[in-house]
Protein backbone atom coordinates (compact mmCIF):
# COMPACT_ATOMS: atom_id res chain seq x y z
CA UNK A 1 0.00 0.00 0.00
CA UNK A 2 1.43 3.34 -1.08
CA UNK A 3 -0.74 7.05 0.22
CA UNK A 4 -0.18 10.49 -0.41
CA UNK A 5 -1.59 12.45 2.35
CA UNK A 6 -2.26 15.56 0.90
CA UNK A 7 -3.31 19.57 2.88
CA UNK A 8 -1.98 22.55 3.79
CA UNK A 9 0.18 23.25 6.55
CA UNK A 10 -1.11 21.99 10.27
CA UNK A 11 -3.54 20.00 8.34
CA UNK A 12 -2.82 16.77 10.69
CA UNK A 13 -0.27 15.22 7.79
CA UNK A 14 2.56 14.44 10.47
CA UNK A 15 0.02 13.42 13.20
CA UNK A 16 -2.36 11.06 11.41
CA UNK A 17 1.10 9.39 9.73
CA UNK A 18 2.66 8.49 13.21
CA UNK A 19 -1.12 6.64 13.93
CA UNK A 20 -0.27 5.02 10.66
CA UNK A 21 3.27 3.81 11.32
CA UNK A 22 1.98 2.85 14.99
CA UNK A 23 -0.75 0.74 13.69
CA UNK A 24 -0.24 -0.49 10.02
CA UNK A 25 3.60 -0.75 10.53
CA UNK A 26 4.24 1.13 7.32
CA UNK A 27 6.70 3.95 6.86
CA UNK A 28 6.48 7.82 6.87
CA UNK A 29 8.74 9.96 3.86
CA UNK A 30 8.40 13.08 5.16
CA UNK A 31 9.82 15.44 2.88
CA UNK A 32 10.03 18.01 5.42
CA UNK A 33 11.51 16.02 8.15
CA UNK A 34 14.16 14.94 5.81
CA UNK A 35 15.23 18.29 5.24
CA UNK A 36 15.13 19.49 8.71
CA UNK A 37 17.61 16.12 9.49
CA UNK A 38 19.85 18.08 6.61
CA UNK A 39 19.71 21.30 7.78
CA UNK A 40 20.62 19.80 11.01
CA UNK A 41 23.87 18.16 10.01
CA UNK A 42 24.65 20.34 7.93
CA UNK A 43 24.75 18.62 4.50
CA UNK A 44 24.68 20.38 1.55
CA UNK A 45 21.55 19.76 0.47
CA UNK A 46 20.66 21.44 4.05
CA UNK A 47 23.11 24.21 3.88
CA UNK A 48 20.69 25.11 0.12
CA UNK A 49 17.34 24.32 1.74
CA UNK A 50 17.43 25.77 5.02
CA UNK A 51 16.90 29.95 4.17
CA UNK A 52 14.28 28.89 1.57
CA UNK A 53 12.57 26.60 4.47
CA UNK A 54 12.95 29.48 6.84
CA UNK A 55 11.00 31.85 4.64
CA UNK A 56 8.36 29.11 3.82
CA UNK A 57 8.76 28.75 0.56
CA UNK A 58 9.24 25.31 -1.50
CA UNK A 59 12.82 23.13 -2.05
CA UNK A 60 13.74 22.63 -4.95
CA UNK A 61 11.42 19.70 -6.69
CA UNK A 62 15.18 17.66 -7.68
CA UNK A 63 16.07 18.02 -4.34
CA UNK A 64 13.31 16.52 -3.11
CA UNK A 65 12.23 14.31 -5.36
CA UNK A 66 16.13 12.80 -4.91
CA UNK A 67 15.16 12.47 -1.39
CA UNK A 68 12.12 10.53 -1.72
CA UNK A 69 13.62 8.13 -4.46
CA UNK A 70 16.82 7.28 -2.00
CA UNK A 71 14.66 6.88 0.89
CA UNK A 72 12.49 4.35 -1.19
CA UNK A 73 15.57 2.49 -2.66
CA UNK A 74 16.17 1.55 0.94
CA UNK A 75 12.60 0.32 1.30
CA UNK A 76 11.93 -3.42 1.64
CA UNK A 77 9.65 -4.03 -1.06
CA UNK A 78 6.80 -5.10 1.64
CA UNK A 79 6.64 -1.84 3.32
CA UNK A 80 3.91 0.22 2.53
CA UNK A 81 5.04 4.16 2.36
CA UNK A 82 2.84 7.10 3.24
CA UNK A 83 4.24 10.03 1.33
CA UNK A 84 3.58 13.08 3.54
CA UNK A 85 4.46 16.74 2.30
CA UNK A 86 5.43 15.23 -0.88
CA UNK A 87 4.26 15.91 -3.68
CA UNK A 88 4.47 19.46 -3.82
CA UNK A 89 4.14 20.87 -7.38
CA UNK A 90 3.02 19.53 -10.56
CA UNK A 91 6.54 18.48 -11.20
CA UNK A 92 6.62 16.33 -8.01
CA UNK A 93 4.01 14.42 -8.97
CA UNK A 94 5.46 13.28 -12.17
CA UNK A 95 8.85 12.86 -10.90
CA UNK A 96 6.60 10.49 -8.10
CA UNK A 97 5.20 8.26 -10.91
CA UNK A 98 8.23 7.84 -12.80
CA UNK A 99 10.10 7.22 -8.93
CA UNK A 100 7.31 4.39 -7.63
CA UNK A 101 7.48 2.62 -11.49
CA UNK A 102 10.94 2.39 -10.81
CA UNK A 103 10.49 0.68 -7.55
CA UNK A 104 7.62 -1.65 -8.71
CA UNK A 105 5.07 0.38 -7.10
CA UNK A 106 2.24 2.08 -7.45
CA UNK A 107 -0.05 4.59 -5.56
CA UNK A 108 -3.29 3.13 -4.12
CA UNK A 109 -4.53 6.26 -2.44
CA UNK A 110 -4.53 10.24 -1.63
CA UNK A 111 -5.86 11.19 1.27
CA UNK A 112 -6.87 14.60 1.78
CA UNK A 113 -7.39 16.81 4.82
CA UNK A 114 -9.41 19.13 4.51
CA UNK A 115 -8.66 22.05 7.42
CA UNK A 116 -10.41 25.78 8.15
CA UNK A 117 -7.88 27.79 6.70
CA UNK A 118 -8.77 29.80 10.46
CA UNK A 119 -8.03 26.77 11.91
CA UNK A 120 -3.89 26.08 11.15
CA UNK A 121 -2.84 29.26 11.82
CA UNK A 122 -3.49 28.21 15.49
CA UNK A 123 -2.70 24.44 14.98
CA UNK A 124 0.79 25.74 13.43
CA UNK A 125 1.39 28.22 15.82
CA UNK A 126 0.68 25.90 18.97
CA UNK A 127 2.83 23.42 17.60
CA UNK A 128 5.67 21.92 19.54
CA UNK A 129 7.39 17.73 19.10
CA UNK A 130 9.90 16.08 21.57
CA UNK A 131 13.45 16.52 21.52
CA UNK A 132 14.23 13.33 21.80
CA UNK A 133 11.51 10.76 19.73
CA UNK A 134 9.61 13.35 17.85
CA UNK A 135 6.36 12.37 18.78
CA UNK A 136 4.16 15.73 17.79
CA UNK A 137 2.36 17.93 20.53
CA UNK A 138 -0.03 20.98 20.50
CA UNK A 139 -0.50 23.57 23.25
CA UNK A 140 -4.07 23.36 23.73
CA UNK A 141 -5.45 20.40 20.80
CA UNK A 142 -3.16 17.98 22.17
CA UNK A 143 -1.13 18.25 25.62
CA UNK A 144 0.98 15.42 26.97
CA UNK A 145 -0.98 13.52 29.83
CA UNK A 146 1.62 14.67 31.88
CA UNK A 147 3.16 18.14 31.66
CA UNK A 148 6.48 18.67 30.43
CA UNK A 149 6.18 14.91 30.13
CA UNK A 150 6.64 13.21 26.46
CA UNK A 151 4.20 10.55 26.35
CA UNK A 152 6.17 8.16 24.15
CA UNK A 153 9.53 8.46 25.74
CA UNK A 154 9.74 10.48 28.61
CA UNK A 155 11.83 13.40 27.94
CA UNK A 156 11.07 16.43 29.19
CA UNK A 157 12.77 18.38 26.21
CA UNK A 158 10.40 19.72 23.70
CA UNK A 159 11.38 22.31 20.29
CA UNK A 160 9.48 24.27 18.18
CA UNK A 161 9.99 24.69 14.34
CA UNK A 162 11.92 28.23 13.09
CA UNK A 163 9.35 28.05 10.56
CA UNK A 164 6.13 27.86 12.69
CA UNK A 165 5.33 31.40 13.28
CA UNK A 166 2.43 33.27 11.59
CA UNK A 167 4.23 35.69 9.25
CA UNK A 168 5.95 32.14 7.57
CA UNK A 169 2.70 29.83 7.50
CA UNK A 170 1.31 32.70 5.57
CA UNK A 171 3.60 32.20 2.81
CA UNK A 172 3.45 28.20 3.28
CA UNK A 173 -0.30 28.58 2.82
CA UNK A 174 0.12 30.71 -0.20
CA UNK A 175 2.72 28.07 -1.50
CA UNK A 176 0.03 25.30 -1.08
CA UNK A 177 -2.88 26.83 -2.53
CA UNK A 178 -0.88 28.16 -5.92
CA UNK A 179 1.63 25.21 -6.38
CA UNK A 180 0.03 22.02 -4.55
CA UNK A 181 -3.70 21.82 -4.70
CA UNK A 182 -3.40 21.75 -8.41
CA UNK A 183 -1.83 18.68 -8.23
CA UNK A 184 -5.42 17.40 -6.86
CA UNK A 185 -7.28 17.04 -10.23
CA UNK A 186 -4.75 14.66 -11.88
CA UNK A 187 -5.28 12.13 -9.35
CA UNK A 188 -8.88 12.56 -9.35
CA UNK A 189 -9.06 11.88 -12.82
CA UNK A 190 -7.50 8.47 -11.50
CA UNK A 191 -10.11 7.92 -8.79
CA UNK A 192 -7.64 7.43 -6.42
CA UNK A 193 -8.61 10.69 -3.99
CA UNK A 194 -10.27 10.73 -0.77
CA UNK A 195 -11.59 13.51 1.21
CA UNK A 196 -11.57 13.41 5.31
CA UNK A 197 -12.54 16.26 7.69
CA UNK A 198 -9.33 17.52 9.10
CA UNK A 199 -11.04 19.15 11.89
CA UNK A 200 -12.87 16.57 13.72
CA UNK A 201 -10.70 15.13 16.47
CA UNK A 202 -7.04 13.40 15.85
CA UNK A 203 -8.93 9.63 16.89
CA UNK A 204 -11.48 10.34 14.62
CA UNK A 205 -10.06 11.12 11.81
CA UNK A 206 -7.32 8.59 12.37
CA UNK A 207 -10.63 6.10 12.30
CA UNK A 208 -11.47 7.71 8.61
CA UNK A 209 -8.19 6.73 6.91
CA UNK A 210 -8.35 3.48 8.37
CA UNK A 211 -11.72 3.06 7.01
CA UNK A 212 -10.21 4.28 3.43
CA UNK A 213 -7.43 1.92 3.58
CA UNK A 214 -9.36 -1.07 5.01
P1 LIG B 1 4.15 21.14 7.19
O1 LIG B 1 4.14 19.85 7.97
O2 LIG B 1 3.85 22.29 8.08
O3 LIG B 1 3.29 21.07 5.96
P2 LIG B 1 6.74 20.34 6.23
O4 LIG B 1 7.47 19.84 7.42
O5 LIG B 1 6.12 19.33 5.33
O6 LIG B 1 5.64 21.39 6.71
O7 LIG B 1 7.69 21.24 5.34
C1 LIG B 1 8.46 22.29 5.91
C2 LIG B 1 9.19 23.05 4.81
O8 LIG B 1 10.09 22.15 4.12
C3 LIG B 1 8.28 23.60 3.71
O9 LIG B 1 7.75 24.87 4.05
C4 LIG B 1 9.26 23.67 2.52
O10 LIG B 1 10.14 24.78 2.64
C5 LIG B 1 10.09 22.41 2.72
N1 LIG B 1 9.51 21.25 2.03
C6 LIG B 1 9.04 20.09 2.62
N2 LIG B 1 8.59 19.23 1.69
C7 LIG B 1 8.76 19.84 0.48
C8 LIG B 1 8.46 19.47 -0.86
N3 LIG B 1 7.88 18.29 -1.17
N4 LIG B 1 8.79 20.35 -1.83
C9 LIG B 1 9.38 21.53 -1.57
N5 LIG B 1 9.66 21.94 -0.33
C10 LIG B 1 9.37 21.11 0.70
P1 LIG C 1 1.06 18.81 9.26
O1 LIG C 1 2.06 17.67 9.30
O2 LIG C 1 -0.03 18.60 8.25
O3 LIG C 1 1.71 20.14 9.11
P2 LIG C 1 0.70 18.22 12.13
O4 LIG C 1 0.34 16.77 12.16
O5 LIG C 1 2.08 18.58 12.51
O6 LIG C 1 0.30 18.84 10.67
O7 LIG C 1 -0.36 18.98 13.05
C1 LIG C 1 -0.24 20.38 13.29
C2 LIG C 1 -0.62 20.68 14.75
O8 LIG C 1 -2.01 20.44 14.94
C3 LIG C 1 0.11 19.80 15.76
O9 LIG C 1 0.40 20.60 16.90
C4 LIG C 1 -0.90 18.70 16.10
O10 LIG C 1 -0.74 18.22 17.44
C5 LIG C 1 -2.23 19.41 15.91
N1 LIG C 1 -3.27 18.54 15.35
C6 LIG C 1 -3.12 17.54 14.43
N2 LIG C 1 -4.32 16.96 14.13
C7 LIG C 1 -5.25 17.62 14.88
C8 LIG C 1 -6.67 17.49 15.03
N3 LIG C 1 -7.39 16.58 14.32
N4 LIG C 1 -7.29 18.34 15.89
C9 LIG C 1 -6.59 19.25 16.60
N5 LIG C 1 -5.24 19.43 16.51
C10 LIG C 1 -4.58 18.62 15.66
ZN1 LIG D 1 9.43 11.66 23.19
Redesign the pocket.
Known sequence: MNIILLGP??AG??TQSAGLVERHGMRQL????M?RAAVKAETPVGLEAKA??DR????SDAI?SALIDDNLAAMDAQTGAIFD????TAA?ADDLDRILARHGRSLDHVIELEVDVDALVER?TGRFSCANCGALYHDTANPPAKPGVCDTCGSTEFKRRP?DNEETVRT?MEEYRAKTAPILPGYEARGIVTRVDGMASIDDVAGAIDAILA
Open positions: PGKGSTGDLVMGELVVGYPRQIDR
